[in-house]
């Protein structure tokens, strides 16, 4: 809290239902307390959820360019590889190309 003043009241947007009531399970919730871009207290948090399935889908930090963070931040979350995602999805990466389309011919 001392860095990212997480301990302040977040701003919260979403989940959203839309006019033709599909709803979008999406959450942000932020902490910017200090707007002042050269401040040396300036920082942001921000999460982002999905609320269906129950998972922070997102975590962004922004801190002041002059703020010196004098230890590294230890994040408990360890990263998903791209092969692992694809293994998980069977997800099939798609090339585009301009070749035309094939039409098969008529005999």
Known sequence: PEI????????LQGPYTLKNGEHIPYCRVSWQPVTDLDS????????????????????YLFF?????????LKID???ELESEFRERTKAKMFIRTNAPPRIPSAK
């Not at 040396?40 to 975590?59: C, F, M, P, W």
């Not at 703020?67 to 590294?72: F, G, I, M, S």
């Open 64 to 72: 002041a360019k002059t703020n010196r963070v004098a230890t590294p």
């Open 4 to 11: 990212t003043h997480s301990d302040a009241p977040p701003e």
């Open 40 to 59: 040396d207290g300036y920082s942001k948090a921000r999460v982002e959820i999905n609320t269906h399935e129950k998972q922070v889908v997102g975590l």
């Open 77 to 79: 979350v360890e990263p």
